[in-house]
């Protein structure tokens, strides 16, 4: 078909057609970068934790007032919660993955280093912590019993070298720390504080959403009580069961000791639901978003072929007479709406990767990949293709004597 003719009846309505143009352009910038946040985000929410979540269940108990024994408390809540039907091991940890917040630490390789060489997040956890989680150890080693202490006795700490700890990494970590040699054996330092890799676990991820890379993290055998902050982490038999398992925890933790705040107790994954709540509610956002803005042009080319079908009725009644075919006239309207969905596209385009740097400096979001872009263009030509349909079947359909009637 002639390209010509259609870019001449074009031109004499500039308007409209520079209004199609930059609808067409705005939706596909937004488009492709509101496309580009659902797919981020949906990485997000999918995001290995480095545990296995469905055994898991968090729990939490308060002290009130000063505690005598913590420590000989905290023992007595794990006997206590080992022993439920179902539960087949039991630890303490002063964090998990998905919480706000988040115990961190800074490591160098040298005493004396200025700029540390990464900051990661700090997990303290007690005898069994790696199996209990569902750790996969990918090198060296898990933590000898003899290698534990409670967080009591490094609060007493009077130098450096009482604070000299074996360490395990996560591999993201270890790689950071020493990208081309084995991190096992080396010596790492927490400031002052030399510490020995034992053992390298494949994910750990941070806590807390902010802070750095979220796979660096670092595994210390340093107990904690139930009274600073000690999460208790049960794991379940049976996933099918925690819902029953839950109830059973928090009345033990009550029976051990009634003087006490127990919170109620979560499985890891309703936690990892609750922490990304808000990545959900954005995903849906963002798809409705998208979802408005294809409808008002898709609204907007079926307004504007139905307008000019009828302001060319006489027109097409001329060239039905003159001999041109029903299929012509139809392919007249969708090669017209096709010209300008591309030139909307190019500038679409242009504008997405405006708004994408936009994003990246005010939100330090990634760049906008270019697959993006074809997707959104195919997108929007072919949603001008439906949408010019009804209006071309139309002006197809006008009959040559009724056309020339109505000279």
Known sequence: ???????????????????????????????????????????????????????LIMARATGIGTQVDANARTREDLAALRAIPGVTDVVIVNQTPFRNGSWNTSLGTSPDQEVPTLNAA??????????????KLVAGRDFQADEF???????????????????ILSAAAARKLFPDA????????????PLTVVGVVETLVRPARMGGNRDYSLIFPFRMHFANGGIYLVRVADPARRDEILKQVDATLEKVDPNRLIQPSITFSENRREFFADDRDMIGLLLIVC??????????????????????????????????SRGQILR?????????????????????????????????????????????????????????????????????AVATRSV
């Open 1 to 55: 078909m002639e390209i010509r003719p259609i870019l001449s009846t074009l031109s004499r309505h500039k308007t409209a057609a520079a209004l199609i143009v930059l609808e067409i352009a705005l939706t596909c910038a937004i488009l492709c970068n509101a496309l580009f946040l659902v797919a981020q985000r949906l990485e997000t929410l999918n995001m290995p934790s480095g545990m296995d979540d469905a055994h």
């Open 182 to 193: 084995s991190p096992l054996g080396k010596t790492v330092y927490m400031a002052d504080v």
């Open 122 to 135: 700090q997990y303290m956890v007690s005898e069994g912590t790696l199996k209990a989680m569902g750790l």
């Open 291 to 324: 979802g408005l803005l294809l409808l008002v042009t898709a609204l907007g080319i079926v307004g504007l072929a139905s307008f000019w079908v009828q302001q060319r009725t006489k027109q097409i009644g001329i060239r039905r007479a003159l001999g041109a």
């Open 149 to 167: 202490r409670n967080t009591t006795e490094l609060e007493t700490a009077t130098d450096a070298s009482a604070l000299k700890s074996p360490l």
């Open 332 to 400: 007249y309207f969708q090669t017209e709406n096709f010209l300008l969905a591309t030139m909307g596209i190019v500038l679409g385009m242009v504008l997405a990767f405006g708004i994408n740097q936009l994003l990246i400096s005010k939100y330090e979001l990634p760049r906008l990949p270019l697959s993006y872009l074809p997707i959104g263009a195919l997108g929007l030509w072919l949603l001008g293709q439906l949408a010019v349909l009804g209006p071309a079947r139309r002006a197809a359909s006008v009959p040559p």
